[in-house]
T-cell receptor, first 118, second 109 residues
Framework: GAVVSQHPSRVICKSGTSVKIECRSLDFQATTMFWYRQFPKQSLMLMATSNEGSKATYEQGVEKDKFLINHASLTLSTLTVTSAHPEDSSFYIC??????????????FGPGTRLTVT | GQNIDQPTEMTATEGAIVQINCTYQTSGFNGLFWYQQHAGEAPTFLSYNVLDGLEEKGRFSSFLSRSKGYSYLLLKELQMKDSASYLCAPMDSNYQLIWGAGTKLIIKP
């Protein structure tokens, strides 16, 4: 149980275009979803936290107009990188907490999305 | 401020035992997680400690001392597949995980 999927796993886009990444909890209701970014050999950086049906809370330094997060249901959150630039190339990972059993605050991670902006 | 301190890299031999230490400072504390992350992949859950003491789970054990702000992950009977980064992530008073850069563990035959 407690499976989180992400789609796509890899995406290459041209500079200036927008990319949408989906994060789904497959077998539990995710009350909270987290979006992280990770550059090579660096730690996970929390970008934003979203609760179903409410606006996401963005971390300091993360542009909310550039990284649009929608958490429309208890099983789906999306991250849209708008007007992507090469410096946005990174590994984007979502995680979810919710009614999955086990430790209630455990974050279940999706497999990640490798974004390359050319 | 909040910070995590783990060794950057460790090397161990297949079949041996290795202990990865973590010290932390957080605003409030709601437990500590250990995650494993293979290169190019997302983290996977290993353990969660909220009370002092040792939690054993198969080849992996995790220890917590809240008063010392200290935890360790103990890996026994090391296998080549254990080569990965190990992330110590305490949870602060807002139930937010605090991430460090992790410890890269290299297993040699």
């Amino acid at each position: 149980g407690a499976v989180v999927s992400q789609h796509p796993s890899r995406v290459i886009c041209k500079s200036g275009t927008s990319v949408k990444i989906e994060c789904r909890s497959l077998d539990f209701q995710a009350t909270t979803m987290f979006w992280y970014r990770q550059f090579p050999k660096q730690s996970l950086m929390l970008m934003a936290t979203s609760n179903e049906g409410s606006k996401a809370t963005y971390e300091q330094g993360v542009e909310k107009d550039k990284f649009l997060i929608n958490h429309a249901s208890l099983t789906l959150s999306t991250l849209t990188v708008t007007s992507a630039h090469p410096e946005d190339s990174s590994f984007y990972i979502c995680s979810a907490t919710g009614l999955a059993g086990g430790d209630s605050y455990e974050q279940y991670f999706g497999p990640g999305t490798r974004l390359t902006v050319t | 401020g909040q910070n995590i301190d783990q060794p950057t890299e460790m090397t161990a031999t297949e079949g041996a035992i290795v202990q990865i230490n973590c010290t932390y400072q957080t605003s409030g504390f709601n437990g500590l997680f250990w995650y494993q992350q293979h290169a190019g992949e997302a983290p996977t859950f290993l353990s969660y400690n909220v009370l002092d003491g040792l939690e054993e789970k198969g080849r992996f054990s995790s220890f917590l001392s809240r008063s010392k702000g200290y935890s360790y992950l103990l890996l026994k009977e090391l296998q080549m597949k254990d080569s990965a980064s190990y992330l110590c992530a305490p949870m602060d008073s807002n139930y937010q995980l605090i991430w460090g850069a992790g410890t890269k563990l290299i297993i040699k035959p």
